[in-house]
């Protein structure tokens, strides 16, 4: 859903524009220009203006960037998952990218993150204020993306999303519904986000530090209601018939056991379309064929 209340004059970028930033870009489309950064211009949805730069390679980005730029929202991905991908990903790819703006003042830098810097696997709440050590190097250059972000000339923000899903994220659904997904109880806690939620959290944050706002340096968006693996399967099979679980199906999750804490979000005034699994899911099954 684009935002309202039009600023012709703000210049918003967003670096990486693929699917959680071409969504992030279209909900930006109504609070002024928008320009969507990607290795394929044509990639970036209609409406949006394309430019075409590798940030892995800073010397792409020469004389491409506009002027006077106010919101500037990072969300790359890595072209490959491992070490490299990782580190040119987050911390490499950034830095180009901040050297490419240069002196030139921005309203916010925004900086997509993960609450896979958690290390956390005890079924803990964690929060903003919560210990950030994590043990893998997936983790590990992202926790240092942050910091290059937070440590830039520009004020910035950390967004730590929890795991996104949607109608173009059905990994998860199509997993149960064919039987490769059997946790046995008490299954490992979980955290999800919708798409939709996800773009709306980082359109709405925008829209707050072009308004003069103060915004924190770190928000965990994740939405209201961790929950055990086992019980998302369980609702699921309750909702429509699934295949039974398979030999060698997934017994559990990939990313510890913790519950986030999503306070903070919500106490900036960001209102949940789904606010649980069950109303994002339910949707995306009667949307089934």
Request: hydrophobic share 35%.
């Amino acid at each position: 859903m684009a935002m309202t209340d039009r600023n012709p004059s703000a210049r918003i970028l967003v670096a990486g524009c693929g699917k959680l930033g071409g969504d992030i870009a279209l909900a930006l489309t109504g609070a002024g220009q928008v320009y969507g950064l990607r290795r394929n211009p044509d990639k970036v949805p209609a409406g949006i203006t394309g430019i075409g730069a590798d940030l892995t390679r800073p010397e792409t980005l020469q004389g491409k960037l506009p002027d006077n730029l106010d919101i500037v929202i990072y969300c790359l991905t890595p072209s490959s998952y491992d070490d490299e991908g990782y580190h040119n990903a987050y911390v490499a790819g950034l830095q180009n990218l901040l050297d490419a703006i240069g002196n030139n003042p921005l309203t916010r830098l925004f900086f997509i993150s993960s609450t896979s810097v958690y290390a956390q696997d005890d079924d803990s709440w964690v929060d903003e204020t919560s210990p950030a050590e994590p043990d893998r190097f997936t983790g590990q250059h992202i926790l240092q993306g942050e910091q290059t972000a937070l440590n830039s000339l520009h004020p910035a923000t950390v967004v730590r999303f929890s795991g996104i899903y949607g109608p173009t994220r059905q990994r998860f659904l199509e997993e149960v519904l064919e039987g490769r997904m059997n946790p046995q109880p008490p299954a490992p806690f979980s955290n999800r986000i919708h798409e939709q939620d996800a773009a709306g959290a980082i359109a709405y944050l925008s829209q707050q530090a072009l308004q003069g706002h103060e915004l924190e340096n770190l928000y965990i968006a994740s939405d209201c209601e961790p929950v055990r693996l086992d019980e998302v399967v369980d609702w699921v099979r309750q909702q429509v018939p699934c295949k039974d679980p398979v030999e060698g199906a997934r017994k559990g999750g990939r990313a510890g056991s913790k519950r986030c804490n999503n306070q903070r979000l919500l106490a900036s005034g960001f209102e949940f379309r789904y606010p649980d699994y069950k109303a994002g899911y339910r949707e995306m099954i009667n949307n089934l064929s």
